[in-house]
């Protein structure tokens, strides 16, 4: 049976954009028979909000989104993270590099990049020749770890924007897959995990679709029977035309629902962003039976006052 996964990241709030590209998700699957996981994706030190988990499964249950397993927590066992980086590092495709944000910059100003938020690593800590490194030669948590790229595109078939061709190497150069604080980078578990969970159906902004070639290289150097099929979705922005945010007011969906909007507002507004008519209350099982991929605007769509003003009007 196809697979697929609603990956919610407890490091902030679910929020419209959000509950868009998880409310497709969940259609498609419903729509053609996938098995849906609940994986929460809690890696990211810091960053990890407590109680937000468990805030993000009450919301997607809120609007009526269910899945068939899970939720499994991805900090509950990191032992085939490190054994990925260990079958990396033992073969060369893998070395241990401790540069920080200000030094990439630093070395990296006129370099591309692969997006706001990602500088390209310049190859500072790079050996010239692939050198296996032993678990026994270095302490996995007292450095980060960068994964050796190839020269060269990459180039996949996306099932909504179509054929991709992406340089790795050009774009980000090598990039992070075990961080300083000893877990694994984002890159690193989604591979490990989306091939041990058997996924092969995968929905997901279109701010993620430069991490399908790292993806598909990291999985080719592991050895994982990978082969995902990908949707890559269009984003919620503000007006100011950068992703949803703070600076864009409270579009949390725990603030509509303690502010009594009711989830089917929520749902239809997300309806009408997914060109399914004029915005009107619906329910999740009414949007998985009229959601169509076709009917699917390309471009981002523009989060405004008028948006909120209309699922606060019912309260």
Same mark, same amino acid.
């Given at each position: 049976?196809?697979? $697929?996964?609603?990956?919610?990241? *407890?490091?902030?709030?679910?929020?419209?954009?959000?509950?868009?590209?998880?409310?497709?998700?969940?259609?498609?699957?419903?729509?053609?028979?996938?098995?849906?996981?609940?994986? =929460?994706? %809690?890696? %990211? &030190?810091? !960053?990890?909000?407590?109680?937000?988990?468990?805030?993000? =499964?009450?919301?997607?249950?809120?609007?009526?989104?269910?899945? %068939?397993? /899970?939720?499994?927590?991805?900090?509950?066992?990191?032992?085939?993270?490190?054994?990925?980086?260990?079958?990396? @590092?033992?073969?060369?495709?893998?070395?241990?590099?401790?540069?920080?944000?200000?030094? =990439?910059? @630093?070395?990296?100003?006129? @370099?591309?990049?692969?997006?706001?938020?990602?500088?390209?690593? *310049?190859?500072?800590? !790079?050996?010239?020749?692939?050198?296996?490194?032993?678990?026994?030669?270095?302490?996995?948590?007292?450095?980060?770890?960068?994964?050796?790229?190839?020269?060269?595109?990459?180039?996949?078939?996306?099932?909504?924007?179509? #054929?991709?061709?992406?340089?790795?190497?050009?774009?980000? /150069?090598?990039?992070? =897959?075990?961080?300083?604080?000893?877990?694994?980078?984002? #890159?690193?578990?989604?591979?490990?995990?989306?091939?041990?969970?058997?996924?092969?159906?995968?929905?997901? /902004?279109?701010?993620?679709?430069?991490? $399908?070639?790292?993806?598909?290289?990291?999985?080719?150097?592991?050895?994982?029977?990978?082969? *995902?099929?990908?949707?890559?979705?269009?984003?919620?922005? &503000?007006?100011?035309?950068?992703?949803?945010?703070?600076?864009?007011?409270?579009?949390?969906?725990?603030?509509?629902?303690?502010?009594?909007?009711?989830?089917? !507002?929520?749902?239809?507004?997300?309806?009408?962003?997914? /060109?399914?008519?004029?915005?009107?209350?619906?329910?999740?099982?009414?949007?998985?039976?009229?959601? !169509?991929?076709?009917?699917?605007?390309?471009?981002?769509?523009?989060?405004?006052?008028?948006?909120?003003?209309?699922?606060?009007?019912?309260?």
């Amino acid at each position: 049976m196809p697979r $697929t996964r609603l990956a919610p990241s *407890p490091t902030g709030a679910l929020h419209l954009g959000n509950a868009r590209t998880f409310l497709v998700n969940w259609a498609l699957a419903r729509q053609q028979g996938w098995q849906v996981l609940m994986r =929460i994706e %809690d890696l %990211d &030190g810091p !960053r990890v909000k407590q109680q937000a988990s468990l805030e993000a =499964i009450e919301l997607l249950e809120w609007l009526d989104v269910d899945w %068939d397993a /899970g939720p499994v927590y991805q900090t509950s066992d990191l032992e085939p993270y490190r054994q990925a980086l260990w079958q990396l @590092a033992a073969r060369g495709l893998a070395y241990p590099c401790n540069c920080t944000r200000r030094e =990439i910059e @630093a070395a990296s100003r006129s @370099a591309p990049h692969a997006d706001e938020h990602e500088l390209r690593y *310049p190859g500072t800590c !790079r050996p010239a020749e692939p050198t296996p490194v032993a678990a026994s030669d270095v302490e996995l948590d007292e450095c980060g770890w960068r994964f050796r790229v190839p020269v060269g595109e990459q180039s996949f078939v996306d099932e909504f924007l179509g #054929q991709q061709q992406i340089d790795v190497q050009q774009t980000v /150069g090598d990039f992070q =897959i075990w961080t300083k604080g000893g877990l694994p980078s984002y #890159q690193l578990a989604v591979v490990v995990d989306d091939a041990r969970q058997a996924m092969d159906r995968i929905v997901r /902004g279109n701010d993620l679709v430069t991490s $399908t070639p790292r993806q598909q290289l990291l999985a080719a150097a592991l050895e994982l029977d990978y082969a *995902p099929r990908f949707w890559h979705l269009p984003l919620v922005r &503000g007006e100011d035309g950068r992703r949803l945010a703070k600076r864009h007011g409270d579009t949390r969906l725990v603030h509509y629902r303690e502010q009594g909007v009711a989830a089917e !507002r929520v749902v239809g507004l997300l309806a009408e962003w997914c /060109g399914l008519g004029p915005r009107r209350e619906m329910t999740a099982e009414e949007f998985a039976k009229s959601f !169509r991929l076709d009917a699917l605007p390309g471009d981002d769509v523009v989060f405004a006052e008028q948006d909120d003003q209309w699922l606060l009007d019912a309260r």
